[in-house]
Nanobody, 115 residues
Framework: QVQLVESGGGLVQPGGSLRLSCAAS????????MGWYRQAPGKQRELVAN???????NYVASVKGRFTISGDNAKNTVYLQMNSLKPEDTAVYYC?????????WGQGTQVTVSS
């Protein structure tokens, strides 16, 4: 079992920044991928970014150059630094971890980009 706890969402104006954090606990040694999905109202959940054990990182095209995913192994935490935020980034952001064939999810954190 893996437990994921997210933090860092909120309301920000267009062009602003936020940093999301996701702390993992439990059976973390076998986690091979961690990342972030988001789901906007009326839309399907989409992958935003992930980081693969070994360091490879992937981003959806719409956030490349604006978002950065990183990890702190000592804290078992993954971060999503979001810069130059746009109204279309408004969504619930979910942290996830992939561990030996099972996906684990956080509870979600709301990000709202609005003036």
């Amino acid at each position: 079992q893996v437990q994921l706890v997210e933090s860092g969402g909120g309301l920000v104006q267009p062009g602003g920044s936020l940093r999301l954090s996701c702390a993992a606990s439990g059976s973390i040694l076998s986690i091979s991928v961690m990342g972030w999905y988001r789901q906007a109202p009326g839309k399907q959940r989409e992958l935003v970014a992930n980081i693969i054990r070994g360091g490879s990182r992937n981003y959806v095209a719409s956030v490349k150059g604006r978002f950065t995913i990183s990890g702190d192994n000592a804290k078992n935490t993954v971060y999503l630094q979001m810069n130059s935020l746009k109204p279309e980034d408004t969504a619930v952001y979910y942290c996830y971890a992939y561990n030996t064939g099972i996906d684990y999810w956080g509870q979600g954190t709301q990000v709202t980009v609005s003036s």
